[in-house]
């Protein structure tokens, strides 16, 4: 039964290229969360989704950040045109469906560190 | 200062210890949780305590919340050097955004 997995661990762009981070939620979970964190800071909540569909993107920027959750296959941040300030650890949780705790506990992955030089 | 601040910022103790952690809030709240993370790794979800509860108990964890002073506080007794971690606590907000708002951490050392 595996956990949450993330993919790239570290990714590496350049200023202006596109970063796509990848996320697998535990299995039979449905809510998927999309954290940022920086050195020395806790998490800062970015969009919360559910299977084709986006619940919260309170928390993204409204520019060049987007994420999604196919019927099929991994959720995707997507982040465009990086610049330097999108340098950090982003982390995915995933939770049981509603009623089942969601937001009650949040499962989540390594993270995947983004630098951009 | 922002949701979910957790006092003191860095905490070192000798083995054996117990280790207490704060963290403070500010707005209403469903349930506050406490997640663990290890350097690189992702958090870990310790215990939850609702909004409604005093207090629980989680093997060596213990956690109080008062709301009335919106702060809660998260006691590991009989510390081990495996403790040693960035420890976190996180409020689900009523009326809120979706995800959990995360505090800045409390740095953990257990001095063996």
């Known amino acids: 039964n595996a956990g949450v997995m993330q993919n790239p661990r570290h990714l590496v762009r350049r200023r202006g290229q596109e970063a796509r981070l990848r996320c697998s939620p535990m299995k039979g979970h449905s809510h998927v969360y999309w954290y940022r964190q920086l050195p020395e800071e806790g998490l800062k909540f970015m969009v919360y989704l559910q299977k084709e569909n986006i619940i919260d993107e309170s928390g993204m920027p409204k520019e060049r950040f987007s994420a999604e959750f196919p019927k099929e296959g991994p959720s995707i941040l997507r982040i465009q045109q990086v610049v330097r300030g999108d340098s950090a650890a982003y982390f995915c949780?995933?939770?049981?469906?509603?009623?089942?705790?969601?937001?009650?506990?949040?499962?989540f992955g390594s993270g995947t560190q983004l630098s951009v030089l | 200062s922002q949701q979910g601040e957790e006092d003191p910022q860095a905490l070192s103790i000798q083995e054996g210890e117990n280790a207490t952690m704060n963290c403070s809030y500010k707005?209403?709240?469903?349930?506050l949780q406490w997640y663990r993370q290890n350097s690189g790794r992702g958090l870990v979800h310790l215990i939850l305590i609702r909004s409604n509860e005093r207090e629980k108990h989680s093997g060596r964890l213990r956690v109080t919340l008062d709301t009335s002073k919106k702060s809660s506080s998260l006691l590991i007794t009989a510390s081990r050097a495996a403790d040693t971690a960035s420890y976190f606590c996180?409020?689900?907000?009523?009326?809120?955004?979706?995800?959990?708002?995360f505090g800045k951490g409390t740095h953990l050392i257990i001095q063996p």
């Open positions: 949780a995933s939770s049981p469906p509603t009623g089942q705790g969601a937001n009650e506990k949040l499962f």
């Open positions: 996180a409020t689900d907000e009523r009326g809120g955004a979706d995800g959990l708002t």
């Open positions: 707005t209403s709240i469903n349930n």
